[in-house]
């Protein structure tokens, strides 16, 4: 979460530094190029609500600075408007930029409402960060391979017109017309849920869907992407999506 207010506040030049470089199928039986929707819980449910708490204790400045989760090496975080897009791919990346976005704007998460779920993404929450300016409530998944890794993390401002699920009474994202990206991407679905861009599925799923493509895009040029993502954002976009403006 502090990333997207760390992006928008360090100069361009300072990236640099931070560049570094359905469900009953076997492994056996699952494509390279299955979708997320094909895996079923490897681990107990426990375990994955504790992977989303350390995912959030990496941007909680009260919490153990050893607390990480276990981030697959192609792991992406995808944030939906008003947020910055692709914040982050691969896992050297995700630590590295989620240090810096702690160090320039600091922020505690001490309200967090993290849950287990049979189907992906098998980890969902809703938390609050705090910030100086106030709280800044999230809707946010989180998907894993086999090995327990986390692989895709996707997140929405939960405010209104924000979250993916158009039922106000979905909570938790169960229902058909949830709109995640998590569960169209290739690859996703095989047992150690790596992403492959130039895979004949990621091709095919890019040339249908719209979103697909973009994150295409932007994963093969990700500091170019992210600059461009950031001068197209209106200046007050991470007010709007904390709820601090009107």
Known sequence: MSLRRMLASLA????????????????????SDALATALTPQQPPDYYVEQAHKYFDTLDTSADRDSVPNYSPLVARWELPPWLWLTGYGSENMIVTTDLALGF?????????????????????????????????????FVFNDQGEMTF?????DQPGFLPMPDSNDRWAE?????????????????????????????????EDPE????????????????QALEDADPDYFARGCGWTP
Do not use: H, N
Not at 212 to 227: E, G, I, M, T
């Open 12 to 31: 361009l030049g300072a990236l640099a530094v931070a560049t570094v470089a359905c469900g009953s199928e076997s492994p056996s039986e699952r494509s």
């Open 105 to 141: 704007t600091p922020s505690t998460v001490p309200t967090r409402d993290c849950r287990a779920f049979s189907v992906q993404p098998f980890a969902r929450c809703y938390v609050s960060f705090e910030y100086q300016e106030g709280a800044c409530p999230i809707y946010e998944e």
């Open 153 to 157: 993390i996707e997140a929405w401002s």
């Open 175 to 207: 229902g058909p017309d949830v709109q995640r990206l998590s569960t169209k991407v290739p690859g996703l679905g095989s047992e150690t849920g790596l992403i492959d861009l130039d895979s004949e599925a990621m091709q095919r799923a890019a040339s």
């Open 212 to 227: 697909v493509a973009d994150f295409v895009r932007r994963a093969k040029d990700f500091w170019p992407a992210w600059r």
